[in-house]
């Protein structure tokens, strides 16, 4: 790594109330990583594809489904 720690909290702004919430993950939670696109699939999921973790490219793919304040990844 570059001297950056690993940080592997999601947080979730609301809008309309204007605060932040901590959100809980399981399954396969992916490595953090930057440079990366994530495109929402419906009101309950999204997409991460590719990005840098630790330095190089990737090309994994993972999905994450969202119920209430926890992600399943996988």
Known sequence: MSGIDEIDEVYE???NKESW???KQGGEVP???D???LAQVDNE???IFGGFVDGSRTNECYICT???NTLSWK
């Open 66 to 68: 969202k119920s209430g």
């Open 45 to 47: 999921r999204f997409i």
């Open 31 to 33: 490595r953090p990583r």
């Open 21 to 23: 919430t901590k959100l």
């Open 13 to 15: 702004f609301d809008v």
């Open 35 to 37: 440079d990366h696109s």
